[in-house]
């Protein structure tokens, strides 16, 4: 447990930044168990699609760390870009323990679910053994566009038990005009944190009520 004595201490830690606010506000991908919408591909997976828009980008693909035992601390893999990372070395401690870097995929999307107006949301999934990123994945190694179309999208079941059916529509006629919408960059909505804080944050130092930005 960390103590604190002294106003001016209290007063730093009451200023100091909690992690889970960081970061641009985003809104995410969420939907409940039997719910349908449309979805539009904002971001492509390759910069050679046909489809490519560089003002939108490209989906991108991050290796993270989760506490098993709160799935909600979980931030971006350091050992690439600090040469060490906390979730690395509790994973070298004991690889039973569930701290292995796991490979996640963020892409933007239209939805349009019927009640509101249509708005971006950041869809974020697991890689491994994920039918959906698969069902995204080979789709544009065949087709190599993404976001030339609308997909119906939905979701069946809950928590770790949710599986997701993507089905695509026909292709537009005419490039579709994104310029009324804001792209989040999702480069910004990952979760980083510096080596020296990530003990406090994964292990909930920091703050006992940290929210999760992701739908399991």
Not at 20 to 30: A, C, M, Y
Not at 61 to 68: L, R, W, Y
Not at 74 to 80: L, T
Not at 103 to 109: D, E, G, H, T
């Amino acid at each position: 447990m960390a103590i604190v004595k002294g106003l001016k201490n209290i007063e730093a830690m009451l200023d100091k930044p909690k992690f889970e606010n960081n970061g641009p506000r985003v809104t995410w991908l969420k939907l409940e168990d039997n719910q349908s919408v449309s979805v539009r591909f904002v971001n492509e997976l390759d910069g050679d699609s046909p489809s490519y828009d560089e003002k939108n980008g490209l989906a991108i693909v991050v290796s993270e760390h989760t506490n098993p035992k709160d799935y909600k601390r979980k931030a971006a893999c350091s050992a690439e870009s600090e040469g060490r990372c906390f979730g690395c070395e509790m994973h070298r401690k004991d690889m039973k323990a569930g701290w292995r870097s796991r490979l996640r995929f963020y892409i933007n999307v239209l939805v349009d679910d019927g009640v509101n107006d249509p708005y971006i949301a950041v869809w974020s999934m697991g890689v491994a053994k994920s039918a959906t990123f698969d069902t995204i994945r080979e789709y544009v190694q065949d087709s190599q566009s993404l976001s030339n179309m609308t997909w119906k999208l939905k979701r069946n079941g809950k928590g770790t038990e949710t599986t997701y059916i993507l089905i695509p529509t026909k292709q537009d006629e005419e490039k579709f005009d994104w310029s009324k919408y804001e792209i989040p960059e999702l480069e910004a909505v990952v979760r980083e944190v510096p080596y020296a804080e990530q003990e406090s944050f994964f292990l909930g130092f920091d703050n006992p009520s940290v929210s999760t930005s992701v739908d399991w």
